[in-house]
């Protein structure tokens, strides 16, 4: 979690939302990133996305069964999906989303094999996200 941490703080440096994930397989780190939506001018270029498809190139397989993804904020209903199809054993997230998280649906979008943990480094996570949306407001 310390890394995907590091990642949001590359996001927030770059003005992007501060959300970053790196996936480990096998205790091995294979994909880390962050969000690039504004980078890329891509919705679709999520911290979690951008790792899905560079863990699927490292392992060369959509399956992601053996692989942890570790994420600083809960992911929204798009990335909830996409670890659905890549059928992650296991999903870490920081920080609660409220407002766009996929649990706000009251419906697990998770693979049923999926393990999911949340609360790791939640309040660091938390704060980059405050800071970022507090200096859009000012």
């Known amino acids: 979690m310390q890394e995907a941490y590091r990642q949001a703080k590359n996001a927030l440096a770059e003005g992007e939302i501060p959300i970053g994930a790196v996936i480990v397989c096998n205790n091995r780190v294979i994909a880390k990133a962050y969000n690039q939506t504004e980078k890329l001018n891509d919705v679709t270029a999520h911290a979690e996305m951008i790792a899905f498809t560079a863990a699927a190139e490292y392992l060369g397989n959509k399956y ?15 990335c909830a999906g996409a670890s659905y199809w890549a059928q992650l054993k296991r999903v870490v997230y920081g920080a609660p989303e409220p407002k766009r998280g996929y649990r706000r649906l009251g419906v697990n979008l998770l693979h049923p094999k999926t393990e999911m943990v949340s609360g790791i480094l939640a309040q ?14 000012n």
């Open 64 to 78: 992601l069964h053996d692989c942890t993804l570790y994420v600083t904020v809960e992911p929204c209903v798009m």
């Open 124 to 137: 660091e996570c938390a704060e980059l996200m405050t800071t970022f949306f507090t200096s859009k407001r």
